[in-house]
Nanobody, 121 residues
Framework: QVQLVESGGGLVQPGGSLRLSCAASGFTFSTYDMAWYRQAPGKERELVAAITSYGGSTNIADSVKGRFTISRDNAKNTVYLQMSSLKLEDTAVYYC??????????????WGQGTQVTVSS
């Protein structure tokens, strides 16, 4: 079955770094665009970063531009979110999302369970 399993979250001090990973299984990873979203308490879920199926293009939210980068390794079926210069306002649950890119999987849309990132001194 389809699984997206996030890892790498935790507690970090302001200015620190974390790398999130999302391991995918149960579908053809290289045919899906991947993205990271986050949801802070009392706020709507928002897009943080996205990457196309072969990694040729990325989109980074203005709020994290210059601090976060997204990458993927299609051989390992994994997408990453490198987060640096973390701020208190980056505290949220971070979710991984997979969306079908091609005619045969367009409409397929999968989410992970999320991993908590807490930025606190």
């Amino acid at each position: 079955q389809v699984q997206l399993v996030e890892s790498g979250g935790g507690l970090v001090q302001p200015g620190g770094s974390l790398r999130l990973s999302c391991a995918a299984s149960g579908f053809t990873f290289s045919t899906y665009d991947m993205a990271w979203y986050r949801q802070a308490p009392g706020k709507e879920r928002e897009l943080v970063a996205a990457i196309t199926s072969y990694g040729g293009s990325t989109n980074i939210a203005d709020s994290v531009k210059g601090r976060f980068t997204i990458s993927r390794d299609n051989a390992k079926n994994t997408v990453y979110l490198q987060m640096s210069s973390l701020k208190l306002e980056d505290t949220a649950v971070y979710y991984c999302r997979a969306q079908g890119t091609y005619y045969f999987n367009r409409g397929s849309d999968y989410w992970g369970q999320g991993t908590q990132v807490t930025v606190s001194s």
